[in-house]
């Protein structure tokens, strides 16, 4: 059974840093490409970060020069840097495969940026 835990979101003020990171278990971590990806409510959820099971990246236009994701096989875990956050960056974030996969999606982790 697939299991994906979301953590590291919080309060921050605009201007601030956040990193994300996202255990997964119960499946073949290293060789599928993952993604984060990002819900504010009453919008649709989108990707804002890929990396392929080759560490290429890319990004959304909204968080490009800001966020970097990053991966670490050995410990199946997913990152998410995200600096120089914005009030619009105030959203849920997730990490799942990418494309996703419906059955991994886990409870995610809240990022507030407020002042």
């Known amino acids: 059974q697939v299991q994906v835990v979301e953590s590291g979101g919080g309060l921050v003020q605009p201007g601030g840093s956040l990193r994300l990171s996202c255990a997964v278990s119960g499946t073949s971590f290293a060789i599928n490409s993952m993604g984060w990806y990002r819900q504010a409510p009453g919008t649709q959820r989108e990707l804002v970060a890929r990396i392929t099971s080759g560490s290429i990246t890319t990004y959304g236009d909204s968080v490009k020069g800001r966020f970097t994701i990053s991966r670490d096989n050995d410990k199946n875990t997913l990152y998410l840097q995200m600096n120089s956050l914005k009030p619009e960056d105030t959203a849920r974030y997730y990490c799942?495969?990418?494309?996703?996969?419906?059955?991994?999606w886990g409870q995610g982790t809240q990022v507030t940026v407020s002042s």
């Open positions: 799942n495969t990418a494309p996703a996969i419906r059955a991994y």
